[in-house]
């Protein structure tokens, strides 16, 4: 499947997404994390934060901006900006392609639209957090031009993984 090929539209979620987007993170976190998180504490996390009713919780939120990747009318990416009021910061909290689907340049249209959204929201940067096992997310993030200035411990379920922040200076 190429990008001449394939019709693949960008869009805001709504309420329809809640499902896909569950499948869309519980794929992409099966591929990427269980080398290092096991498959227990990978659900136990996605159950507790992205269920239903969480999904619904976000989607109601100010600060919170998420869209949709479709190809072909079927949701394949997602992408969660969260705006934090209190550090003044915009957190690309989530950016996720399905793995079938990560050869189309998806994921960095999606990191084009997180760049546009932080600027019209009047930040100069973004800021990331990426598992630092996770190498081909982290490698991905260092090529477009992300520095990690913190190491942090990240919980999910049983397991404490390092986890890396980065930022961004967002140009013109």
């Keep these: 499947m190429t990008m001449n090929e394939t019709k693949i539209l960008f869009r805001p979620w709504d309420k329809n997404d809640f499902p896909h987007v569950y499948d869309i993170l519980k794929k992409s976190w099966d591929s990427a994390y269980s080398s290092f998180v096991p498959k227990d504490d990978l659900d136990f996390y996605l159950n507790q934060n992205y269920n239903l009713s969480k999904l619904e919780e976000l989607y109601n939120k100010h600060s919170v901006f998420c869209f949709v990747a479709e190809v072909d009318g079927k949701a394949v990416g997602w992408l969660k900006l969260s705006i934090s009021d ?13 793995p079938d689907f990560q050869k189309l340049k998806i994921g960095q249209r999606l990191m084009t639209i997180a760049f546009t959204k932080a600027k019209e929201n009047g930040f100069p940067d973004i800021w990331i957090g990426v598992m630092e096992k996770n190498i081909p997310a982290l490698e991905w993030y260092k090529k477009i031009g992300f520095v990690f200035v913190e ?6 379920g049983k397991t404490t993984i390092s986890h890396l922040i980065g930022v961004k200076e967002i140009l013109d």
């Excluded at 209190?86 to 399905?98: D, G, Q, T």
């Excluded at 190491?151 to 999910?156: G, W």
């Design 86 to 98: 209190e550090e003044k910061k915009n957190y690309l909290s989530s950016i996720y392609v399905l």
């Design 151 to 156: 190491n942090l411990p990240f919980k999910m």
